[in-house]
């Protein structure tokens, strides 16, 4: 199964950047960012599909951009002006055993494989 390492989480003030990363062991045509806050279920930030069609969640799009360099099997989610409410550990997610279709792709349910996560923290 594919393994997933997620990196660039921290500390920041709001209205901050962070960069987030996430190597893949190999390539997965679908893959995604999903972030979790305490007591909150796991929502979908972004996903790209084999087609490098991008989805994101309606509440983060402006703020989040994220990329893909295929070459790297590495996954980025730039994060700008950060608000506390983006506290949260963020997590990298891949499917590859089915195509995900494009309005399920901020869906946890569709993946497979996850990573550690990494948390990201904003102060006021």
């Known amino acids: 199964q594919v393994q997933l390492v997620e990196s660039g989480g921290g500390s920041v003030q709001a209205g901050g950047s962070l960069r987030l990363s996430c190597v893949a062991s190999e390539y997965s045509a679908c893959m995604g960012w999903f972030r979790q806050a305490p007591g909150k279920e796991r929502e979908g930030i972004a996903a790209?599909?084999?087609?490098?069609?991008?989805r994101y969640a309606v509440s983060m799009q402006g703020r989040f951009t994220i990329s893909q360099d295929n070459a790297k099997n590495t996954m980025y989610l730039q994060m700008n002006t950060l608000q506390p409410e983006d506290t949260a550990m963020y997590y990298c997610?891949?499917?590859?055993?089915?195509?995900?279709?494009?309005?399920?792709?901020?869906?946890?349910?569709?993946?497979?494989?996850w990573g550690q996560g990494t948390q990201v923290t904003v102060s006021s």
């Open positions: 790209i599909d084999p087609d490098g069609s991008i």
């Open positions: 997610a891949a499917e590859t055993g089915h195509r995900v279709q494009l309005l399920r792709l901020l869906s946890p349910d569709e993946y497979n494989a």
